[in-house]
């Protein structure tokens, strides 16, 4: 089955588009042929609409749903144009992430609901394909964090008797998934930020002109301020049990300003994205280290920061990126999703088991993931039924004689 994988991160930098051939053998051995990868950048004007709603912005029903129809329609138009050069237009179904505008998540780290934008219609009404989408929602109502969900690829990649991996993806906030031996018990959660606040820090820099620290360049030119560290290391979020999750809710545009009000009001330029990365490595391999990895494979867009990839380096064993191992940084998360639309798709559970009988998202059951559109015939629903055209109805009413009534 060839699956068309659309993903947009807290940083909405790019549509990451992917399509990959998935088919399982009796043995429950799932092959995924990878077909190609791609980024769609976000227009300027629907990037910025989507910046304007998400955390700490108070935004109204109204504007909910003009970006539900507004990134719908973008990302059904990117799945058109991506079936045509990645598939030759052959593709059975598109999995679509959407753009999260929220997710919810109480001050004691229970998750209690996730949105995500972006109306699959839209995307079945411009490919003529079903689209699985609303990925989170399921594993929430489980009783898990509806994130990370990446834990069920790493699980089935990167399994290996005797050796401990912990995939790192450091996107807008960064994840980590250990992975033991297969079959083993996972453990995934949301470090804490990953490049989200270092873009935010080169957008007020530059007056928008820059959304990221292209090739490191700032953080390299700065240095690590000790006393702002040590008040953005003091959030109690990363003391917080695994599994956790987190985002722009939690660590927004102003975040920084914030935190940093008492400590270091002044910290800017250089010198503020070399602390912004060091939280990052620091966070992470403070995480990582107890788990005593063997070796922890980098992905996503802080995979291309030399400053931040050198830092964990110094800090962590064995670091590499995802592309030495066959899935490409830029790329991985939207083949996620392809594996996730084929999962939800044979109707088989999109998370991968954790510790205590959970799953690695903390949720007591397994869950199958997604919502599909337009929905499929139920299975219990008798086949000539399903092939029947609705054109006449009659009620019966217990009450009343046989015939039915007009």
């Not at 049990?241 to 002044?266: I, T």
């Not at 594996?339 to 999109?350: I, M, N, Q, R, S």
């Not at 000539?384 to 004689?401: G, Q």
Request: with cysteine.
């Amino acid at each position: 089955m060839i699956v068309l994988a659309l993903s947009s991160g807290t940083s909405v930098d790019a549509v990451d588009v992917a399509a990959a051939d998935l088919d399982l053998d009796a043995d429950g051995t799932l092959h995924l042929r990878l077909l190609g990868h791609g980024e769609h950048p976000w227009p300027d004007h629907l990037r910025a609409r989507v910046h304007a709603a998400m955390p700490p912005a108070a935004v109204g029903a109204g504007e909910v749903t003009a970006l539900d129809t507004l990134v719908g329609r973008h990302l059904g138009e990117v799945a058109r144009r991506a079936d045509a050069e990645l598939t030759g237009g052959r593709s059975a179904v598109v999995a679509s992430h959407g753009q999260t505008l929220f997710h919810w998540v109480d001050a004691d780290g229970t998750a209690r609901g996730s949105l995500q934008v972006g109306h699959p219609a839209w995307i079945a009404e411009a490919t003529g394909r079903p689209v699985v989408a609303d990925f989170r929602v399921a594993d929430i109502a489980a009783g898990g964090q509806g994130a990370p969900l990446v834990a069920v690829l790493d699980a089935l990649w990167l399994a290996e008797a005797g050796r401990t991996s912990i995939a790192l993806n450091v996107g807008g906030i960064a994840n980590a998934t250990v992975v033991r031996g297969a079959g083993e018990p996972v453990l995934a959660w949301d470090t804490g930020p990953g490049n989200c606040l270092l873009d935010a820090a080169v957008r007020d820099l530059t007056d928008g002109a820059l959304g990221y620290d292209r090739d490191g360049a700032l953080a390299a030119a700065g240095t690590v301020d000790e006393a702002a560290l040590t008040a953005l290391l003091a959030d109690p979020y990363y003391a917080r049990p695994v599994p956790r999750s987190s985002g722009r809710e939690h660590f927004d545009a102003g975040y920084v300003r914030r935190v940093l009000a008492g400590a270091r009001p002044g910290l800017a330029g250089p010198d503020l994205a070399a602390t912004l990365v060091e939280l990052t490595a620091r966070t992470v391999a403070d995480d990582l280290r107890p788990h005593r990895p063997d070796r922890v494979v980098v992905s996503g867009g802080g995979a291309h920061h030399p400053v931040l990839l050198r830092r964990l380096g110094e800090l962590l064993p064995g670091v590499t990126t995802s592309d030495a191992l066959g899935l490409p940084v830029d790329g991985k998360e939207a083949y996620l999703f392809a594996l996730l639309g084929f999962l939800a798709v044979a109707g088989l559970p999109g998370t991968a088991p954790g510790p205590d009988g959970r799953r690695a998202t903390g949720a007591t059951r397994a869950a199958v993931l997604g919502s599909l559109t337009p929905p499929a015939p139920h299975p219990l629903v008798p086949g000539d039924v399903r092939a029947a055209a609705v054109r006449r109805l009659v009620l019966h009413h217990p009450d009343r004689p046989e015939g039915g009534l007009r």
